[in-house]
């Protein structure tokens, strides 16, 4: 069994932050679950343009509000929380906070830990690997 805290994660390596994110990475690739869980807060006032080409990724709003906009069609949608979004097809998106927004996010395949948003909104499929 694997037991972390928030807060202990929030207090080591796993807390990366992006500039208009922080992602708090509670669970990885090297936890043989086969997704990695992330609580991740998008900063207010901010956009982030993101592009996960190698990743499949749902998101869920805790608090906060914003939208999020998929770029190809530029269609627009509301976050609150209670809001799932799933990018299911590696949707080329970009994300907007009008206050800060608590989002609870799985990734597969999962994160190595240490990775950020390439000059695409890209996170590489195998980046670095954090230590427990």
Same mark, same amino acid.
């Given at each position: /069994? %694997?037991? $972390?805290?928030?807060? #202990?994660?929030?207090? =080591?390596? $796993?807390?990366?932050?992006?500039?208009?994110?922080? =992602?708090? $990475?509670?669970?990885?690739?090297?936890?043989? /679950? &086969?997704?990695?869980?992330?609580?991740?807060?998008?900063?207010?006032?901010?956009?982030?343009?993101?592009? !996960?080409?190698?990743?499949?990724? =749902?998101?869920?709003? /805790? =608090?906060? $509000? &914003? @939208?999020? @906009?998929?770029?190809? #069609?530029?269609?627009?949608?509301? %976050?609150? +929380?209670?809001?799932? !979004?799933?990018?299911?097809?590696?949707?080329?998106?970009?994300?907007r906070a009008s206050e800060d927004m608590e989002?609870?996010?799985?990734?597969? +395949?999962?994160?190595?830990?240490? @990775?950020?948003? *390439?000059?695409?909104?890209?996170?590489?499929?195998?980046?670095?690997?954090?230590? *427990?």
């Open positions: /069994m %694997i037991v $972390r805290t928030l807060k #202990d994660c929030k207090n =080591s390596e $796993r807390a990366i932050n992006g500039g208009t994110w922080e =992602s708090v $990475r509670m669970l990885l690739k090297n936890d043989n /679950m &086969g997704f990695s869980f992330h609580i991740t807060t998008i900063f207010a006032n901010t956009e982030t343009p993101i592009w !996960y080409q190698n990743h499949l990724e =749902s998101v869920y709003c /805790m =608090s906060g $509000r &914003g @939208e999020v @906009e998929t770029v190809a #069609d530029g269609k627009i949608y509301p %976050i609150e +929380p209670g809001t799932l !979004y799933i990018l299911d097809k590696n949707d080329k998106h970009l994300l989002m609870a996010c799985v990734f597969n +395949p999962p994160l190595n830990g240490k @990775e950020v948003h *390439d000059e695409n909104g890209v996170y590489a499929l195998d980046g670095e690997t954090l230590t *427990d």
